[in-house]
């Protein structure tokens, strides 16, 4: 399964690539976030069922920590889903797309191997007359999303840039061919307004980018949307990375993490390692504590922070981990001797960090126990629910970690700082602050979804499987399957021409 290479390279990698570079200053504009849209298929099946089924009751539910998985009908596909989530942006923020002068979709769900699904998007910019935008699609695994970012972002600080904003769109369908893996899937998107004097200021100060050649998970077969998996990525190399000088600015400068998140139990084993590593190398963190300092400090927005951020001291970051883990791994030497995890550490890990995990970690997870997996939605996704489920005043001026990973394999790490001083309402559109704490995205993802039943989720999985790249071809319409204002495939002739639909907002 895909994502046991990844537990591996989550703890891997989330140190390696910062050493050496260290406290990049960021422009006096401000880049980042204005705004973001999220979207997710109608069509669900609870994950107990599906354990119920596969006759291994509390394996995805307590094994994965997932509760349902949203997947697409043969009606989506992966130009319908980025259609429908940037039109939503577009609408809900009344975006002038005159001001428009980059778009990239990150995506790895290959549907034409010469056309770009950007150029399909470019349909939703013919009534405003602009043709002079940027970008294509970028591809690698889970990563793509953030690939898309990082040159947008590369864009706004260019001198063609002429004072223009810049949209990125993560969008994936997870679906696997092993029914043992299929509790893994899930499928969403993610649309990304960037510009100036954002709210969300992504401040590369903790930029890091880690990338290696391996076959853990990859795609060769074009005739089908399922991968081939290598599930035995060895842990071992955890304690032969340069991870050290990167501590201090995980431990004491951050105040939430978003994580690549293929399901949430694996997100939950990544921070129990975390700390079992700090526990390990306290020394380390105590001699360079000084470097966080440093680190909030590296750009106009991040001084701002500095002023508001409630610095963790190593004290008082130890004291919120259980001290039992410290009497535990004295039966370990995993530093010294490379010794390899095992299911007691990992138990260790995680009750030590229960409470940590619950105040950074869990927020941004609402999507991943719900929907599943996003594959390169999925980390902004996270960054979607941790704002939606956090209050302004525990939002205003903190600093949050962005980990992204794709197999093949491309990771980076990257920081994103709210600015104490602007709105954060209109990046949802919701006020963060409503009597009943819920959004309207929230009503979407709990009371308006449509569950099926494990029968018929199998059923429409083998319809997709078996009209992959037919052609012509006409999807039979589930109207019980798409929300108001989605975009759906229509139909494919016999020249392989994809024509797509938009149900009524009503």
Not at 145 to 170: D, I, K, P, Q
Not at 213 to 238: A, M, Q, R, T, W
């Amino acid at each position: 399964m895909r994502n046991s290479p990844s537990i591996g390279c989550m703890y891997i990698h989330l140190f390696s690539g910062c050493v050496g570079r260290k406290y990049l200053v960021m422009s006096n504009s401000d880049f980042g976030i204005i705004a973001l849209e999220i979207y997710f298929p109608k069509f669900y099946v609870s994950q107990h069922d599906l354990e119920v089924e596969d006759k291994c009751v509390g394996k995805y539910t307590q094994g994965l920590g997932q509760t349902s998985l949203g997947f697409c009908s043969i009606q989506e596909d992966i130009n319908s889903m980025c259609l429908t989530v940037v039109s939503n942006l577009i609408r809900r923020t009344n975006l002038d797309l005159k001001t428009i002068g980059f778009l990239e979709v990150g995506t790895e769900t290959i549907i034409d191997k010469s056309k770009s699904t950007k150029t399909v998007l470019m349909q939703l910019f013919e009534t405003a007359g602009n043709f002079d935008v940027e970008g294509t699609d970028t591809k690698n695994a889970c990563f793509g999303g953030t690939s898309a970012l990082f040159g947008a972002l590369n864009w706004l600080e260019s001198s063609y840039c002429n004072g223009r904003m810049a949209l990125v769109v993560a969008a994936d369908i997870a679906v696997y061919g092993d029914k043992s893996a299929r509790p893994t899937g899930g499928a969403g998107a993610v649309a990304i307004l960037l510009g100036p004097n954002a709210p969300l200021v992504i401040d590369f100060g903790l930029r890091a980018v880690y990338m290696k050649h391996c076959y853990d998970f990859y795609k060769p077969n074009l005739s089908s949307e399922y991968p081939i998996v290598d599930g035995h990525f060895s842990l071992n190399s955890i304690i032969t990375t340069p991870w050290r000088d990167t501590l201090p600015k995980v431990n004491n400068a951050i105040d939430y993490m978003c994580l690549h998140a293929p399901f949430t139990r694996l997100v939950q084993k990544a921070i129990g390692w975390l700390a079992m590593i700090d526990m390990r190398t306290e020394g380390i963190i105590a001699d360079t504590l000084n470097d966080s300092d440093v680190f909030l400090s590296s750009s106009k927005a991040g001084q701002l922070c500095h002023n508001n951020h409630q610095m963790t001291s190593k004290s008082e970051y130890f004291d919120q981990i259980d001290p039992s883990i410290f009497n535990a791994l004295k039966d370990y030497r995993l530093l010294d001797d490379k010794h390899i995890p095992d299911h007691q550490l990992d138990t260790i890990c995680l009750k030590a960090t229960e409470s940590l995990y619950r105040r950074k970690v869990d927020p941004g997870l609402m999507f991943v126990k719900n929907i599943g997996n996003m594959y390169t939605a999925s980390l902004y996704a996270c960054l979607v629910s941790l704002l939606l489920n956090t209050s302004k005043a525990e939002l205003l001026g903190r600093r949050i970690l962005m980990y992204s990973y794709g197999s093949g394999m491309a990771s980076a790490m990257y920081s994103i700082l709210i600015h104490p001083d602007r709105d954060l309402s209109t990046i949802l559109n919701c006020s963060l602050e409503s009597s009943n704490g819920l959004s309207h995205i929230h009503k979407r993802l709990f009371d308006e979804r449509t569950q099926v039943t494990v029968s018929q989720f199998e059923l429409m999985l083998k319809e997709r499987e078996l009209s992959h790249n037919s052609a012509p071809f006409e999807p039979t319409f589930r109207p019980e399957g798409l929300f108001p204002g989605s975009y759906y495939l229509k139909n494919v002739d016999d020249r392989y021409r994809r024509f797509y639909e938009k149900l009524s907002e009503c």
